[in-house]
Nanobody, 118 residues
Framework: QVQLVESGGGLVQAGGSLRLSCAASGIIFSISTMGWYRQAPGKQRELVAS???????NYADSVKGRFTISRDNAKKTVYLQMNSLKAEDTAVYYCNALAYGFRGGNYWGQGTQVTVSS
């Protein structure tokens, strides 16, 4: 069974920071591409950041310079450090795994709410 369990969301004031974590199980984490997406009310889900097995990263223009994605293969966990948060970052944040090999496929976590008050 594949599980992606997010944590770290919450309420923060504009300009503040949060760190999201996503612990994966049931997949070969080290060769998986991991990503964070977000969905605000009334909007489509969008990619925030992704990181490949080789630790190459990709960011949405709206978060470049403020957010950092990283991974710890030993802990099978991906992180999203969010700094200088803005009201427009308010959304449900979802962890995504593009897994290869055993149990290969595209998987989603349950989501964690991030609310930034202005």
């Amino acid at each position: 069974q594949v599980q992606l369990v997010e944590s770290g969301g919450g309420l923060v004031q504009a300009g503040g920071s949060l760190r999201l974590s996503c612990a994966a199980s049931g997949i070969i984490f080290s060769i998986s591409t991991m990503g964070w997406y977000r969905q605000a009310p009334g909007k489509q889900r969008e990619l925030v950041a992704s990181i490949t097995s080789g630790s190459s990263t990709n960011y949405a223009d709206s978060v470049k310079g403020r957010f950092t994605i990283s991974r710890d293969n030993a802990k099978k966990t991906v992180y999203l450090q969010m700094n200088s948060l803005k009201a427009e970052d308010t959304a449900v944040y979802y962890c995504n795994a593009l897994a290869y090999g055993f149990r290969g496929g595209n998987y989603w976590g349950q989501g964690t709410q991030v609310t930034v008050s202005s």
